[in-house]
């Protein structure tokens, strides 16, 4: 596979795409990179390609440097770890394809009823904590079976209208959380060669550089340009996903 001068072309240009997107909007390196990627290799191998890649980007939008803002949606971490960890066990008893077609329709349902101008307002922090560690535990048991555990709760982050900034390091915190479960049992389960680890960290410069470049177009948007990007974005991940399942 290395050897072949177009495979690795493709895989760059994609991971190009997956950096300039997740630049703009916060999230979507493995959402547009891996359906590519995966065109001309076996999808296990697209994801581990893309695991440094994916690592670099959320870690560097997280902005450690700036502290941590809010521990608001600790609870939904949390809880994505755990259902992470039950997910990927669970993902050789239960039909990937069933799962993937309920992730999709539900993508499909929540950016829909968003596009209305649905939003979540003074909710009791409470009753929130219990809401998103729900969400959190789904969305991992889901992403453990498919790999697609953010768009549940990006969902309910859209619906409760976080500033653009603030957006974009939770949901990098959130997958960058996530990625370590996720990628680790692939990993640990030998999905995984030594080659495929050495390009994936080489993979790390392009998608550096078109995130730099998504960055600087994202700070041209304001806050309901952004929403309405972020939206389309999940439809078209939910029509995506309903049609690979087909």
């Not at 072949?4 to 909007?25: F, M, N, R």
């Not at 390609?49 to 809010?70: D, E, H, M």
């Not at 049992?185 to 495929?196: H, M, N, P, Q, V």
């Amino acid at each position: 596979m290395y050897n072949d001068p177009t495979i690795i072309i493709i895989i760059i240009l994609a991971v190009l795409a997956g950096g300039l997107v997740k630049g703009t909007l916060g999230f979507g390196m493995p959402m547009v990179a891996l359906p590519i990627i995966a065109f001309i290799i076996p999808p296990t191998t697209a994801m581990i390609l893309l695991c440094a890649p994916i690592f670099l980007t959320n870690f560097l939008q997280i902005k450690f440097r700036q502290g941590v803002s809010s521990y608001r949606f600790l609870p939904m971490f949390l809880s994505l770890i755990i259902g992470l960890i039950i997910g990927a066990r669970l993902i050789l008893e239960i039909d990937v394809n069933t799962i993937t077609q309920i992730i999709a329709v539900s993508i499909i349902f929540a950016a829909l009823v968003n596009c209305f101008g649905i939003k979540i307002k003074n909710i009791n922090k409470n009753h929130e904590n219990t809401i998103t560690s729900l969400i959190g535990f789904g969305s991992g048991i889901l992403g453990g079976l498919s790999t697609f555990y953010g768009p549940p709760m990006l969902a309910y982050l859209v619906a409760i209208d976080l500033p653009k900034e603030k957006f974009v390091r939770t949901v990098s915190t959130m997958y960058f959380i996530g990625s370590f479960p996720l990628y680790g049992s692939l990993i640990y389960y030998g999905f995984a060669t030594k080659e495929d680890l050495i390009f994936s960290l080489i993979l790390i410069i392009p998608a550096f550089i078109a995130q730099q470049v998504g960055t600087k177009i994202r700070d041209k948007f304001n806050q309901k340009q952004f929403r309405i990007c972020i939206l389309i974005t999940l439809i078209i991940l939910g029509f995506s996903l309903l049609v690979k399942t087909l």
